[in-house]
């Protein structure tokens, strides 16, 4: 398959790195000194109990026109570029095109299909751990990297049968969804409830899960996510917040979220789009979510970074 990353960074460094192992042609989207790393000496993933995987040689260019006519473009960039990543890489996506992204949220995709149209998108979620150490160098946290794929109307097409295969192919941990919209929500719910007290108490979630007063917060900050969903017709379960909770406690104690770690690194924050989200789509069914918007308002003067 003919691949386009746009944004090579943690998420899309590391699949896209593992696609173009697996012999798929794949053109990184990246710039500044990663471009440059990569041009240079290729793509490194590294991840001490496996090994790691170097790519001396990779496609890599600032300007998507150059890539031709892919049959995926998959967008890994931060959400506040999500609009701008897609009119650049817009030149790039044929009538047969499929666009995926695997960024965080639940509002992307609306933001793909006002650019590309409702044929184009399909849905994904991406669960692994990782960033760029140096330049041209994405570590990976630990074993975990999975990817859920479908198509909106729940059909099984030939191009998301393809993209499946294609992920497997290369090692990944690929599944097939018919309701890629819950998949899309089940990652939402604890992704925002992680994101919004870790950052919020500038704590890991060892410590939050084991004060009472943290806890029962976080647990909040999950029902109302849940609330909001349900709202929306997604199908998660009525006690799909408990059993997210049961999720967080078999986690490791010293997890945190990207959204703590751009706090500390004084970067921008994804809150607007993470608890921010969760608050607008409330309002727009009548769902209260005081947690979400006293989160939103305690990183307000954190927000722009």
């Known amino acids: 398959m003919k691949i386009v990353m746009m944004g090579s960074g943690g998420v899309g460094g590391f699949f896209g790195g593992r696609l173009a192992k697996a012999g798929h042609d794949v053109t990184f989207i990246a710039r500044g000194a990663h471009l440059a790393a990569l041009r240079d000496g290729g793509l490194t993933i590294e991840n001490e109990p496996q090994g790691a995987i170097h790519l001396p040689k990779v496609n890599a260019t600032d300007d998507p026109t150059t890539a031709g006519i892919a049959d995926v473009v998959i967008l890994s960039v931060k959400l506040w570029d999500t609009e701008a990543a897609a009119l650049q890489v817009k030149p790039v996506v044929g009538p047969g095109t499929a666009v995926l992204s695997l960024q965080n949220g639940v509002v992307k995709d609306d933001i793909m299909r006002r650019v590309f149209g409702d044929k184009a998108v399909i849905g994904g979620v991406c669960y692994v751990a990782t960033t760029i150490s140096k330049p041209g160098t994405i570590h990976q946290t630990g074993t975990m ?10 059909t099984r097409s030939k191009r998301i049968e393809h993209l499946h ?26 992704l925002v409830g992680l994101s919004a007290t870790t950052t919020s108490m500038r704590a890991r979630l060892g410590p939050i899960r084991s004060n009472p007063q943290a806890r029962a917060f976080l647990h909040d900050v999950i029902r109302e996510v849940v609330a909001v969903g349900r709202a929306h017709c997604v199908a998660l379960p009525e006690n799909y917040a408990d059993e997210r909770m049961a999720f967080g406690d078999s986690l490791p104690a010293d997890m945190t979220s990207s959204m703590h770690h751009d706090l500390e690194k004084g970067n921008r924050l ?20 005081p947690c979400n918007r006293a989160v939103c308002d305690i ?6 970074g």
């Open 145 to 154: 990297q999975r990817i859920v794929v479908g198509e909106y109307d729940g």
């Open 165 to 190: 295969a294609a992920l497997v192919s290369s090692g990944v941990t690929a599944e097939l969804s018919n309701d890629v919209r819950r998949s899309i929500w089940e990652k939402y719910v604890f």
């Open 270 to 289: 994804e809150v607007e789009w993470l608890s921010g989200g969760v608050v607008r789509l409330g309002k727009e069914k009548g769902i209260p979510t």
């Open 299 to 304: 990183l307000a003067l954190h927000a722009g």
